[in-house]
């Protein structure tokens, strides 16, 4: 995989992901989603890409917590796309899916003005603690409840307009 370079250790338990993570990574997200992901409009924007970057935290040599980031267009900013994001169910609510937003979060800084932010489909509730505000003016390529399109902006405040895989 691309990005197994991507990025250092950001903190004790989240590391870059690596091709030796797929297999986990597949059984952790289907696990946390079923088979019904596939059918989302937000995997329009990862079938046939790559990931920039992923990151896993790994107990026992096993996946635990899984993200992974996209590259996208959204209107005219070049972005990355983030998700999807899953942390073992035993796991849960020890801050580890924070660390993993973190870890995009720090990943999307780090290439200034390359990205103008992070986009992701999700639930408010949990993503707004990180700073992501709604984004109802993103129109994904399908159906989606628009209250859940969420942004952060690194660099751009606001985004507008068709938002497709960046190649
Ligand atoms: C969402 C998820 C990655 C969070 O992982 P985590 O390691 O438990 O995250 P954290 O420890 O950082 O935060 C846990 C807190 O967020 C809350 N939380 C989790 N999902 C939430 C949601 N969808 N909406 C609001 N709050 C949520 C938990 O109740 C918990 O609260 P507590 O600290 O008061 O117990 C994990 O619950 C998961 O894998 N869920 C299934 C996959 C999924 O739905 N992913 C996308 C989410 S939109």
Redesign the pocket.
């Known amino acids: 995989m691309s990005h197994a370079l991507a990025m250092p250790v950001i903190n004790s338990r989240i590391e870059a992901e690596t091709s030796a993570d797929a297999e986990g990574v597949e059984a952790l997200v289907m696990g946390?989603?079923g088979p019904g992901r596939f059918a989302k409009t937000a995997e329009r924007l990862r079938e046939g890409s790559q990931p920039t970057a992923g990151f896993v935290a790994r107990r026992d040599g096993r996946v635990i917590?899984s993200v992974r980031l996209w590259p996208i267009l959204a209107g005219d900013t070049p972005a990355l796309f983030l998700?999807?994001?899953?942390?073992?169910?035993n796991?849960?609510?020890?801050?580890?899916?924070?660390?993993?937003?973190e870890a995009c979060l720090d990943h999307a800084r780090s290439l200034g003005a390359a990205v103008g932010g992070v986009l992701?489909?999700?639930?408010r509730?949990?993503?707004e603690r990180f700073g992501f505000v709604p984004a109802p003016d993103a129109v994904l390529p399908g159906p989606v409840d628009r209250r859940?399109i969420l942004w952060l902006a690194t660099r751009v405040e606001q985004v507008a307009g068709p938002v497709r895989i960046a190649r």
């Open positions: 946390a989603f917590g998700g999807p994001i899953a942390v073992d169910a796991r849960r609510s020890d801050g580890l899916g924070a660390d993993l937003v992701l489909v999700g639930d509730a949990y993503f859940r």
